[in-house]
């Protein structure tokens, strides 16, 4: 569907990029001629990925260990970048998440997943479109959002909090930096397995019904569906798409549950919520 060398010349920064869908997307983008830099906590998970993705594409891959709750951090990493050569495109993928009853979360827990998803693609976001604004150039972001940023989503309720404001930040930037020529788009993907994602909101023994069994097209998402959107969304083949979200999720969130499907948690008791409690830490 797509040509050899759509995304050549461009210069891609993918939050996330070690891991689960960002690496990816990452690794279409590669395929289709991008030059990558991949950011996330742990350094030695994005040094893996960018030798795996250079040794299949020979793409040009740059690791940066970089937490972006942290504004100072994501500033360093940027004027890092920019040192080298300007971004083309941002993909907000980085973010946080895991199920809990709402009203027993503490505020670290609710800090914690606000300030991956939302405070850090602010930062990102804001920061490269300061740096395309004052140099006069364009430049694209796209969000990896979900469907509960769309539906709401019950026991996963800072995370679909975070990402609707991020559907706020895309909608308000693509009008006041579209005469710029900057676009801001997002994506809202159902159910994806991945291990950072099944993990934290399908544990193990906790009595799940199998994600398919809520999704109308009867399957999960394939990575390769995923990162195909997302080539086509950054190339210049969307250039006059902005402001814009758009599902992939098999029809799912047409049947009144967001996200990965916590709607059947309803019936859980305090004690299945107590079994999948991970163990305080000391500190
Ligand atoms: C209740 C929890 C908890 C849980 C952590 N906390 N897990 N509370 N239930 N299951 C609390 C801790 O007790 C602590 O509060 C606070 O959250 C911070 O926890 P830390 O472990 O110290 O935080 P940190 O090491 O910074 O890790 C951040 C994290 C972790 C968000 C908690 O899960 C993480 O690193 N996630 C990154 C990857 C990820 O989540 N991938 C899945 C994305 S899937 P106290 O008060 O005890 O100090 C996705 C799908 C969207 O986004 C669709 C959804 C519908
Ligand atoms: P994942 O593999 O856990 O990806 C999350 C990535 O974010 C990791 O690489 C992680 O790396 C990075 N990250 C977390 N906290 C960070 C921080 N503070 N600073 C920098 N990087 C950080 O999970 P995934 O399923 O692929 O999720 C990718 C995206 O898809 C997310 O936006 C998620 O909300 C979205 N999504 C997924 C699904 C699904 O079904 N999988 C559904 C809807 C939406 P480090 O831990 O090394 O920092």
Redesign the pocket.
């Known amino acids: 569907m797509f040509q050899a060398g759509l995304l050549a010349g461009k210069r891609i920064l993918i939050?996330?990029?070690?891991?689960?869908?960002?690496k990816s997307i990452g690794r279409r983008y590669a395929e289709l001629g991008a030059e990558l830099v991949i950011?996330?906590?742990?350094l030695e998970?994005l040094e893996a990925t960018a030798a795996e993705i250079h040794k299949e594409y020979g793409a040009k891959v740059t690791p940066i260990s970089?937490?972006?709750?942290d504004p100072e951090a994501v500033e360093a990493m940027l004027d890092r970048i920019w040192a080298d050569r300007a971004l083309d495109v941002l993909v907000n993928?980085?973010?946080?998440?895991f199920i809990a009853q709402t009203h027993k979360l503490s505020h670290r827990a609710i800090d914690s997943v606000l300030g991956?998803v939302l405070h850090?693609a602010a930062y990102c976001t804001i920061g490269c479109g300061r740096r395309w604004i004052e140099e006069g150039q364009p430049g694209t972001v796209l969000n990896?959002?979900?469907?509960s940023a769309l539906t709401g989503a019950p026991f996963t309720v800072p995370?679909a909090m975070a990402k609707a404001g991020l559907v706020a930040m895309i909608k308000s930037l693509a009008v006041e930096w579209g005469p710029k020529g900057i676009r801001l788009v997002g994506v809202a993907?159902?159910?994806?397995?991945?291990?950072?994602?099944w993990s934290r909101l399908r544990p193990e023994g906790a009595g799940r019904k199998p994600a398919e069994a809520a999704i109308p097209l009867g399957r999960v998402g394939r990575h390769e569906e995923l990162a195909d959107l997302c080539a086509y969304l950054v190339s210049d083949k969307a250039g006059f798409i902005t402001g814009e979200i758009i599902a992939i999720d098999g029809g799912k969130q047409h049947t009144g549950g967001g996200?990965?499907g916590t709607t059947e948690m309803l019936s859980w008791t305090d004690a299945d919520w107590d079994r999948i409690r991970p163990a305080k830490k000391n500190s």
């Open positions: 939050t996330g990029g070690g891991t689960g869908l960002g950011c996330g906590r742990r998970v970089c937490d972006v709750r993928n980085a973010a946080g998440n991956i850090g990896i959002l979900t469907l995370s993907p159902g159910p994806f397995p991945t291990e950072g994602a996200g990965v």
